[in-house]
């Protein structure tokens, strides 16, 4: 995947890009607002991380101009927005103007990695039709699933529970949140039913090693597959 | 207010206007004084001259003889009256006594007037009549006791004083009820300044109040756009502290994780490791710092509505995500809870409070967090079922920089400190308990009542 960092911190900005690359991303490097703009304008990146404090013309103001350019994108490109500021206002802000995602520094590697798989997940599942977690696939047009290449047979609302989890993953995701967006079919949803649906779920997929953990009192995440 | 300006403006007011009420009095009185004792002279008069026509002259041996027949029941006619005692002297041309009482003291020198006098240790006025008696005059002192004249005087002096006095009384009531009254809005200013949140600095809306409080209001603005001033200048200082102190921060963190992924001799990795977790010490202390800092009164932003339950709710992943680390297990108990405050503040204050929880669990252990209501009171808490913390030390926990004896964690002693002076900030309570089943730490913030 092709990498963008802006960030006019050179120890920081090096030190992201060494742990991208290891992770096997192509990564350029900018200190300045303007050039990143202009670099997203000529070239295509899948992901852009963002440091809000810039100087001259800020992250804010950078994320503003790559939005206004990006309706005539064919794929989303994902921004995920640093800041060292601690205003509640800046991460509002940050996510009206478009960002994906949002993280206040300093922060530990692996989550920041982690973050940027999801991101980077999202994007592919925006663009095709094929989402794929592990040995998990789900062919959104044809509204088949496979495991380990099985076909898999879910009902049409385990179906919609587990597009909601795969769409955030390693994030938690609220009942509430499932239920409306489940219960297009105008009809009432409980947390219960919810509860139930998911328990199918987790007996369908568990054996493959796919998770979905229980967030008591708030919802469900599913994991990031691990081997 | 330590002098009164009511009492001040009544003392200013008090001697002046007695001042006006005594040359009213004697303004009053003279003028009408004169008439009506005027009245009583002449009804003397009547009576001297009438007792001067009892006078009879008899012309024997070339010298005059002068009687005075007077009828009893004329006598009394003439001498009754209600309140006084009447008294006559007639005298000859001559001057010798021809009837009544020889000891009625006769005029001075003053002149033809009434005049005043003692007589029979009573004070009389007396009038003095010339009569014709044959060719020449004979004169009548009549003479009368002060009763009337004492009772009209006090009469005249009271019907001219009462209105004055209550006037004056009249003037001290409206002065007393209108210093009151025309200094309300001063009172409704005050009590718009006493009302306000302390963190409520824009200025006072002059539009209502009166022109004379315009200059105390413009120098109260004043400070308070200072005071305003010095809070942004706080604010924007702890910004850039902020974005100055952790971007570093996060490139030391980079670069230590980075190296402790490659292959390294146990020893350097041991010193790598605690570099790392310095480093993430320092971090988290420098966070909570810039909290403590940012919940200093100065500096805390505008209060608003925030609801408790969204401010959980947009944290929870991070915390799951702390706590999945931990392996604890973070659940919620999440209703609706109203208050009024700085979002970023709460947030810090509810964080802390569940990375304290994280911290102290056991591997396996379970924190709730729970928002909602209680008797009108929005409440947050945090429990856990870790080893709690005992009752000797409760209060010391919420110090600065206290750490409870034997405390393995890898915390500064600031979490709870941080959560107190926020919880202050916001009028809210701290209360520190056990968990359920007597087992682990409870603490819940209660704030006053919405």
């Not at chain 2, 004979?138 to 003479?143: D, K, R």
């Not at chain 2, 009302?195 to 209001?217: Q, V």
């Amino acid at each position: 995947m092709r990498l963008l960092i802006v960030e006019d911190d050179a120890p920081l900005a090096s030190g992201l890009r060494r742990i991208l690359e290891a992770e096997g991303h192509a990564v350029d490097v900018t200190g300045r607002g303007e050039d990143a703009v202009s670099a997203a304008a000529s070239e295509r990146f899948d992901l852009v991380i963002l440091d809000i404090g810039l100087p001259q013309m800020d992250g804010f103001e950078v994320l503003r101009r790559f939005r206004a350019a990006a309706s005539s994108r064919s794929a989303p490109m994902q921004v995920l927005v640093l800041t060292a500021r601690d205003a509640v206002e800046d991460r509002v802000h940050g996510l009206d103007l478009g960002a994906d995602d949002y993280m206040v520094k300093p922060f530990a590697m692996p989550e920041l990695t982690a973050r940027v798989r999801a991101l980077l997940r999202r994007s592919q599942a925006h663009g095709g039709p094929r989402i794929v977690h592990g040995p998990l696939a789900l062919d959104t047009v044809a509204r088949r699933a496979f495991l380990r290449n099985e076909p898999l047979e879910l009902a049409a609302r385990e179906w919609a529970v587990l597009e909601v989890l795969l769409a955030k993953v390693e994030k938690i995701v609220s009942k509430e949140a499932i239920i409306q967006a489940v219960a297009g079919w105008g009809d009432d949803l409980s947390p219960n039913a919810i509860e139930v649906y998911v328990s199918r779920l987790r007996s369908k997929l568990e054996p493959a090693g796919i998770r979905i953990r229980t967030v008591r009192g708030f919802g469900y995440m599913l994991e990031e597959f691990k081997e | 207010m330590a002098r009164s300006l009511r009492a001040h403006l009544l003392r200013l007011l008090l001697p002046p206007i007695a001042a006006l009420l005594a040359v009213g009095a004697v303004v009053a009185y003279y003028p009408s004084m004169e008439p009506a004792t005027e009245a009583y002279d002449q009804a003397l008069v009547d009576i001297g001259i009438a007792l001067g026509a009892h006078v009879r002259v008899s012309e024997t041996e070339g010298s005059a003889g002068y009687r005075f027949e007077l009828p009893t029941a004329v006598e009394q006619v003439l001498r009754t009256d209600r309140y006084d005692t009447i008294y006559y002297r007639v005298l000859s041309p001559g001057g010798r006594d021809i009837a009544g009482e020889s000891d009625l003291p006769p005029p001075g020198g003053t002149g033809p007037g009434p005049y005043d006098a003692t007589f029979k240790g009573q004070k009389v006025h007396v009038v003095s009549v010339s009569s014709p008696c044959g060719p020449a005059t004979c004169t009548v002192l009549v003479a009368e006791t002060t009763v009337k004249r004492s009772r009209l005087m006090r009469e005249i002096m009271l019907s001219s004083l009462l209105p004055q006095m209550l006037l004056a009384v009249a003037t001290l009531v409206i002065v007393w009820f209108g210093v009151k009254r025309g200094l309300g809005p001063l009172e409704s200013l005050s009590e718009e300044i006493k009302g306000r949140s302390p963190r409520d600095l824009r200025p006072i809306d002059a539009g209502a109040a009166p022109e004379e409080t315009r200059p105390l209001l413009a120098a109260l603005n004043g400070l308070l756009e200072q005071v305003a001033e010095a809070s942004r200048n706080q604010q924007r200082f702890l910004a850039n502290a902020a974005h100055q102190l952790r971007t570093p921060l996060a490139g030391l963190q980079a670069h230590t994780e980075l190296a402790l992924a490659q292959p390294l001799s146990e020893a350097v990795r041991a010193q790598l490791d605690h570099v790392h977790q310095a480093t993430i010490r320092t971090a988290r202390l420098a966070n909570q710092l810039l909290a403590l800092a940012r919940a200093e009164p100065g500096a805390r932003g505008d209060p608003a509505h925030v609801n408790l339950r969204s401010v959980v709710e947009a944290e929870a992943d991070a915390w799951v995500h702390q706590a999945l680390a931990r392996d604890v297990d973070l659940g919620f108990e999440l209703e609706g809870a109203p208050v009024e405050g700085d979002a970023f503040l709460l947030r810090e204050a509810l964080a802390n409070l569940v990375h304290n929880a994280i911290e102290y669990s056991s591997r396996g252990g379970r924190v709730t967090v729970r928002t909602g209501a209680r008797n009108g009171h929005a409440f947050a808490e945090v429990e856990d079922d870790g080893p709690g913390i005992p009752l000797t030390e409760r209060n010391r926990v919420l110090e600065r920089f206290y750490r409870m004896p034997g405390t393995t964690g890898t915390g500064s002693g600031l979490g709870l400190a941080i959560v107190r002076e926020i919880a202050a900030g916001h009028g809210a309570g701290i209360e520190l308990g056990e968990g359920p089943g007597a087992k682990g730490c409870r603490v819940a913030i209660t704030f006053p009542r919405a």
